[in-house]
């Protein structure tokens, strides 16, 4: 039984009688037949079926085409006409309304249901892309330059404030107009790849100077759902020049990653990084520190940018630095690693960085481990059987006070066993800005997910915030580092 709701419009009462009587034959649910347009306007409102029948001769001073295309204001709903006027004419006015089909007088009943089923299909897959599209919607928002979001047809379905101002002058919507309206591609390329356009034609007939740049949007099975467009005033050489930097700048971020499962005494470790376009601020690490101890940490430096790169990188660098220092019983605990973080940073004047951290120190010999969280989204332990669980230490971010009270948790993990660090960009990409919402869906996907090995677990991961979204619709960094207990 198939389940969905169809409006008939159809005023031969003994045809539209067969057609409900068939409907329901095939498991569909008919919640109204009318036969004038006015009609039309109200049942769809009170039913919301999933489609909608319309003759195009039908009762009424307005006939099935004008009805149809105030439908399709009114609700969006899809349209599948009935005929018995074939002439170029007719057709050519039903077409403008964008229907699901043409179903031409007189037909059969298997005729019906296959144009019904076809066309449900297509809704459904329509749905279904427009639902991934609107993931990317938000990030749009609060791009700091003007973009839209097209679909997989080119037609716009979003752009925010800056694209409406940049090619909007009439004050008419952009939504539903087509791309290649409004801009001219100048570079070919293949149908999911990257392009490029340089003529911009703005509603009002101007022609703005800016750079676009095209981008596919793809579904997590890879699939082609729609494209980010954005628009900027650099030149081609100018953008080329920042975005090689740019790329040397995450491209090197990205090289202190632990692989795909490096191994630590006891441990393997493994994470990805994916960073604003405008620069890597994330920094995540796990390396051998002496004897059976390794060390782990998570950085995520406030801005984006080559300076937020620079601190990060900079901030590893002094963290190394002081694990090799020479003191009492080894190296500082992580309490006391945070602490002289802080005083390097927090006496730097106007302009100083500050960042949030989770460090902590992991031994091979029994699973123990220790951290600090100093600001850091709070670290998930993720059990080879049972639930997952929150560590939620509380600490201050560093850089902001000349002193901040941090607290140590520790645990043991047990082989299997897996801690998980990431950043806030990874949760709010994961599950939105409400950061208990947000863990609780992590967890959840973890548990599902627990039998996979690292590497895949960690991809698991990866695609539960990325969902196939490309760097650009990243309004923060997004990383994750996962650590598991060997047997």
Not at 81 to 88: G, I, K, R, V
Not at 224 to 242: K, Y
Not at 395 to 420: C, F, Q, T, Y
Request: proline share 5%; with cysteine.
């Amino acid at each position: 039984m198939s389940g969905e709701s169809i409006l008939v419009v159809e005023d031969e009462t003994l045809v539209a009688m067969e057609i409900k009587e068939d409907l329901l034959a095939q498991g569909y649910r008919v919640p109204a037949v009318v036969s004038r347009g006015d009609d039309a306007l109200e049942a769809v409102i009170r039913h919301r079926p999933d489609l909608v029948l319309m003759d195009i001769r039908i009762k009424g001073g307005m006939d099935g085409i004008e009805a149809a295309r105030r439908i399709k204001e009114a609700t969006g709903l899809p349209i599948l006409y009935l005929t018995a006027n074939s002439d170029e004419a007719t057709l050519a006015r039903a077409a403008i309304t964008e229907p699901e089909a043409f179903l031409l007088k007189p037909f059969n009943e298997r005729e019906l249901v296959a144009n019904i089923r076809m066309a449900l299909a297509r809704i459904k897959a329509r749905t279904l892309e427009s639902r991934a599209l609107e993931g990317s919607l938000p990030l749009v928002n609060v791009m700091a330059f003007p973009a839209l979001v097209a679909d997989r047809q080119g037609r716009i379905v979003h752009c925010n404030g800056l694209a409406r101002s940049l090619l909007d002058g009439t004050g008419a919507s952009l939504e539903g107009r087509f791309l290649d309206d409004l801009v001219a591609q100048s570079d070919s390329g293949d149908e999911g790849q990257a392009r490029e356009f340089s003529t911009i034609q703005a509603l009002d007939g101007s022609r703005p100077l800016a750079f676009v740049h095209r981008e596919p949007l793809k579904g997590r099975d890879g699939r082609l759902l729609g494209s980010l467009v954005t628009f900027d005033r650099m030149s081609r050489n100018e953008r080329v020049h920042i975005e090689t930097s740019v790329e040397a700048i995450n491209a090197a971020m990205a090289s202190i990653l632990p692989g795909e499962a490096t191994e630590l005494p006891g441990f393997a470790a493994a994470a990805f990084l994916d960073p604003c376009v405008s620069g890597a601020g994330d920094l995540v690490e796990a390396f051998h520190l002496r004897g059976s101890l390794s060390a782990f940490l998570g950085l995520d430096v406030m801005g984006h940018g080559t300076f937020s790169s620079l601190v990060a990188y900079s901030t590893r660098g002094l963290v190394r630095e002081l694990l090799r220092s020479p003191g009492d019983g080894g190296p500082p605990s992580p309490a006391g690693l945070v602490g002289l973080l802080n005083e390097s940073y927090a006496n730097e004047g106007e302009g100083k960085p500050f960042f949030t951290m989770v460090f902590g120190i992991l031994d091979g010999k029994d699973g123990a481990w220790r951290l600090v969280r100093a600001g850091h989204p709070p670290v998930l332990v993720l059990p080879r059987a049972g639930p997952g669980r929150v560590v939620d230490s509380r600490g201050g971010a560093l850089g902001v006070l000349s002193h901040i009270d941090v607290e140590e948790a520790s645990g043991r993990l047990e082989p299997g066993d897996r801690l998980v660090v990431m950043s806030d960009g990874y949760l709010e990409a994961a599950g939105g800005i409400d950061l208990e919402v947000a863990v609780g869906i992590v967890l959840s996907f973890m548990a599902a997910h627990r039998s996979e090995d690292l590497g895949d677990f960690v991809g698991s991961l990866r695609d539960l915030a990325m969902g196939g979204l490309p760097a650009a619709v990243l309004k923060d960094d997004v990383s994750l580092l996962v650590m598991e207990r060997l047997a």
